[in-house]
């Protein structure tokens, strides 16, 4: 436990010190000011008389939509957009932790605690889930609590949409962390990782690759690759699914299905397992 | 004295990049050090002594051999629990401050806060460093980064120092109080320190034992006493010194230098340096001073490496 909390401290000011954390939440701040200032709502005795979008008037369909209806379809919509927004941002602010941790003069302080491999890198990546899902919470939250304060709307199902964000961040940062353990380049971490996360909306369309392609071998390799891979596209889907919930269609429901999340997290474990081997074998 | 270091036949190769050859960086290698002790270790860059270091420390795995600290192989986490370490250019995150710093290490040596709370400010004293404790490393020199990394290896109270170049980048002044707070370690709390160093005169007021290195291997071990004693050359002061004193004492075998006035004899046993102060004597000499030479450390050093060298250019021939 002290392992943990002393690699939390130190992944935490480390953000702080070299402006990662005022960076991180500066960015998501900007984008919670401009949600904020884009809606803007006429409530009425307690019905949505008006509302206007980025300084558009909103067709109401002589006022047909209720506002439950326009806060379950904005929320919906942007939860795509915050899928990308909070997976990107984390990444590229926690790719650094293992490259960094092993530099030379670096590694020799921290591996000369009596302290195992395993557990330092674990603890480390701990500490950059950590970082990145601060930011999940501070971005989805205040959002959430916006649409509440301006129209008395609760949807829950946008926050605990935020949890399948943070497992595609945490498949990502464990992929970000095996790269790191081999390569100990930050870039090369960062440009992988993002590799991996459009690779995986590719290979969404795995079955029009496979019909297209000339080979058996080449089709099955691309079956092989699509569930070897983090579901990426799927798992976005997922998101609109889960805060969308019923009001839905039926075709983008089904996203909501075991397969994708259990083939992804076993990628992000295997990530971890093969990051921990190297890293114990490795010579400093 | 128990070990507390015991390394016995350790080896380590190395393979080059697509593992074609293989680099020979220990060849078995035997010493133990014991508790209380400052050992030094000493060789020309690329003899293993810090392949020695990062074995005990268990960042670097010894192809063969064993190693043990505090009696567990390097292998087991816990045989650093007892351990401090200080790296050549070691790098202590510039972000955090000198308390900081210490608060991490020692957590992660599994000190407890409070431990940590009450250990910082006396060990920040201690290193000089009290009035910088909540002051960037960035902001720090590199004599004061050198004694923040000292501090760092301290903060646990360890049984076991590591020290590899602890006084690189450190004034006279600051050389010494670190000189005097290893001894005063090992004296007062027994600690037994491992000093990784190329500043010999360093080496030679600091430790009690010392390995010399060359390729892989030991070439001398000893106390400093020994391996700087040589019982064999003398400095005799005496009046007169002329040429036919020297022509007396070289036809009796003896190597003789004429230094600044005195001369330095080179004789194979003590009852041959009595004949030579006979034959003084017989010629009405009077003699004033009769002192055995000790060469430093650096003496030792050199010749190792130049005889190193020699048999290299011999084989090369």
């Known amino acids: 436990?002290?392992?943990?909390?002393?690699?939390?401290?130190?992944?935490?000011?480390?953000?702080?010190?070299?402006?990662?954390?005022?960076?991180?939440?500066?960015?998501?701040?900007?984008?919670?000011?401009?949600?904020?200032?884009?809606?803007?709502?006429?409530?009425?005795?307690?019905?949505?008389?008006?509302?206007?979008?980025?300084?558009?008037?909103?067709?109401?369909?002589?006022?047909?939509?209720?506002?439950?209806?326009?806060?379950?379809?904005?929320?919906?919509?942007?939860?795509?957009?915050?899928?990308?927004?909070?997976?990107?941002?984390?990444?590229?602010?926690?790719?650094?932790?293992?490259?960094?941790?092993?530099?030379?003069?670096?590694?020799?302080?921290?591996?000369?605690?009596?302290?195992?491999?395993?557990?330092?890198?674990?603890?480390?990546?701990?500490?950059?889930?950590?970082?990145?899902?601060?930011?999940?919470?501070?971005?989805m939250g205040t959002i959430w609590l916006i649409v509440v304060w301006k129209t008395g709307v609760a949807n829950p199902r946008f926050l605990l949409g935020g949890l399948i964000i943070f497992l595609v961040i945490a498949v990502l940062l464990a992929f970000a962390f095996l790269i790191g353990v081999f390569t100990s380049s930050t870039a090369v971490s960062i440009m992988t990782t993002y590799g991996i996360f459009f690779f995986g909306l590719m290979l969404a369309a795995h079955e029009q690759i496979e019909a297209a392609v000339s080979k058996q071998w080449q089709a099955s390799t691309i079956k092989t690759m699509y569930w070897i891979f983090p579901k990426t596209a799927e798992l976005g889907q997922a998101v609109v699914a889960f805060v969308g919930g019923a009001e839905l269609p039926e075709r983008v429901l089904r996203a909501l299905t075991p397969a994708p999340f259990l083939t992804t997290a076993a990628f992000g474990a295997g990530c971890l397992i093969l990051a921990s081997w190297l890293f114990t074998r490795k010579e400093f | 004295m128990t070990p507390l270091i015991e390394v016995s036949g350790l080896r380590k190769q190395y393979r080059s990049s697509f593992g074609k050859s293989k680099i020979t960086a220990l060849d078995g290698i035997d010493f133990t050090v014991g508790e209380g002790e400052l050992f030094g270790l000493l060789g020309p860059n690329g003899a293993g002594k810090t392949t020695t270091v990062k074995i005990l420390l268990g960042l670097t795995h010894a192809t063969a051999g064993h190693a043990s600290v505090c009696g567990l192989p390097v292998r087991d986490p816990e045989s650093r629990r007892s351990v401090g370490y200080l790296p050549e250019g070691h790098k202590i995150p510039n972000y955090l401050t000198a308390r900081q710093a210490l608060s991490i290490f020692g957590r992660m040596s599994g000190m407890s806060s409070r431990a940590i709370a009450q250990r910082i400010p006396a060990l920040l004293d201690q290193v000089r460093l009290g009035q910088w404790a909540d002051v960037r490393v960035k902001k720090f020199s590199k004599g004061m980064t050198q004694r923040l990394g000292l501090a760092c290896a301290l903060i646990h109270s360890p049984k076991v120092l590591l020290l590899d170049e602890p006084t690189d980048g450190v004034d006279p002044v600051g050389r010494r109080e670190i000189r005097d707070l290893l001894r005063d370690e090992a004296k007062t709390n027994g600690t037994t320190v491992l000093l990784n160093s190329h500043l010999l005169s360093e080496i030679e007021l600091t430790c009690d034992r010392v390995a010399v290195l060359r390729h892989g291997k030991v070439a001398a071990f000893g106390s400093v006493e020994e391996l700087t004693r040589t019982t064999a050359t003398y400095k005799m002061v005496a009046t007169p010194i002329d040429e036919s004193l020297v022509s007396a004492f070289r036809e009796s075998g003896a190597g003789v230098e004429r230094v600044n006035g005195h001369m330095v004899l080179s004789v194979s046993d003590l009852e041959h340096l009595n004949t030579l102060v006979d034959q003084l004597r017989a010629r009405g000499g009077v003699l004033s001073e009769l002192t055995p030479v000790r060469s430093t450390l650096e003496d030792v050093f050199v010749d190792l490496v130049r005889a190193d060298m020699g048999e290299s250019v011999g084989a090369h021939e």
């Open chain 1, 1 to 139: 436990m002290k392992v943990l909390v002393a690699n939390i401290e130190d992944v935490m000011r480390e953000a702080a010190a070299r402006w990662t954390l005022i960076a991180y939440f500066f960015l998501s701040t900007i984008f919670i000011i401009i949600f904020a200032s884009a809606i803007n709502l006429d409530i009425v005795d307690g019905a949505l008389a008006g509302a206007k979008l980025f300084g558009r008037e909103v067709d109401m369909d002589n006022n047909t939509i209720s506002i439950e209806k326009l806060v379950l379809g904005f929320e919906t919509g942007f939860s795509v957009f915050l899928y990308f927004l909070c997976t990107f941002l984390a990444i590229f602010a926690t790719a650094h932790l293992v490259p960094r941790m092993q530099e030379k003069g670096t590694i020799d302080l921290y591996l000369s605690r009596p302290v195992s491999r395993v557990k330092l890198l674990l603890s480390r990546y701990v500490a950059g889930l950590i970082l990145a899902g601060s930011n999940v919470i501070y971005l």
